[in-house]
């Protein structure tokens, strides 16, 4: 059974940067792409993009300038780096994995999610 | 990007009775050198993650109660639960993963 936890910091300061990190267990970390998507009551669900364990990324052209998305198959984990960030990137933080191998797919396992607020 | 509009955004419905959620996508998202239609649906509940219902539009998830289905083609989609049980009371939302941002509905939150 395929888990995944995201993990950072819970507070970041305005025009600082964002790093989380969600580690996968249960299961290998190739074949698939793996997400990150974020959820505020503002925007709602939002996908941020992907990365491929071949080290394959697309993002959300809405935040290309500012994110960049890693992976590390020895830790058998991701990352996520948004910089110059602002309140409005205050939101719940999660990780996702789709059902199958393939890079447009729904996504049937999901972190339990990680709340980043962006205050001074 | 492909706008997911969903309605209601809240829906009250009596144990037992029939509940269905509508989403409408602003362009197709039938893929036609496959005929499958890119779109899913999803459950959450208070905090917790959003959980897979359906994908392909139809296809349901396993484990997934088969009070739970999913219809419609093109730019038309519908959730429809049979029979509501009390577990059944959360946020759905509606996703398109045709294109690239993937995008979802704004939520619909249904209650008993």
């Known amino acids: 059974q395929v888990q995944l936890q995201e993990s950072g910091p819970g507070l970041v300061k305005p025009s600082e940067t964002l790093s989380l990190t969600c580690t996968v267990s249960?299961?290998?970390?190739?074949?698939?792409?793996w997400s990150w998507i974020r959820q505020s009551p503002e925007k709602g669900l939002e996908w941020i993009g992907f990365?491929?364990?071949?080290?394959?990324?697309d993002y959300n052209p809405s935040l290309k300038s500012r994110v960049t998305i890693s992976v590390d198959m020895s830790k058998k984990q991701l990352s996520l780096i948004l910089s110059s960030v602002t309140a409005a990137d205050t939101a719940v933080y999660y990780c996702?994995?789709?059902?199958?191998?393939?890079?447009?797919?729904?996504?049937?396992?999901w972190g339990q999610g990680t709340l980043v607020t962006v205050s001074s | 990007d492909i706008v997911l509009t969903q309605s209601p955004d809240y829906l009250a419905v009596s144990l037992g009775e029939r509940a269905t959620i509508n989403c409408k996508t602003s362009?197709?998202?039938?893929?036609?050198?496959?005929?499958?239609?890119?779109f899913a649906w999803y459950q959450q509940k208070p905090g917790q993650p959003p959980k897979l219902l359906i994908y392909?539009?139809?296809t349901r998830e396993s484990g997934v109660p088969d009070r739970f289905s999913g219809s419609g083609s093109g730019t038309d989609f519908t959730l429809t639960i049979s029979s509501l049980q009390a577990e059944d009371v959360a946020l759905y939302y509606c996703?398109?993963?045709?294109?690239?941002?993937?995008?979802f509905g704004q939520g619909t939150k249904l209650e008993i």
């Open positions: 996703q398109q993963y045709h294109d690239r941002p993937h995008t």
């Open positions: 249960g299961g290998s970390i190739s074949s698939y792409f």
């Open positions: 996702a994995r789709p059902y199958d191998v393939g890079d447009d797919l729904a996504y049937d396992i």
């Open positions: 362009q197709s998202v039938l893929y036609s050198p496959d005929n499958k239609n890119y």
């Open positions: 392909w539009a139809s």
């Open positions: 990365i491929h364990y071949s080290g394959r990324t």
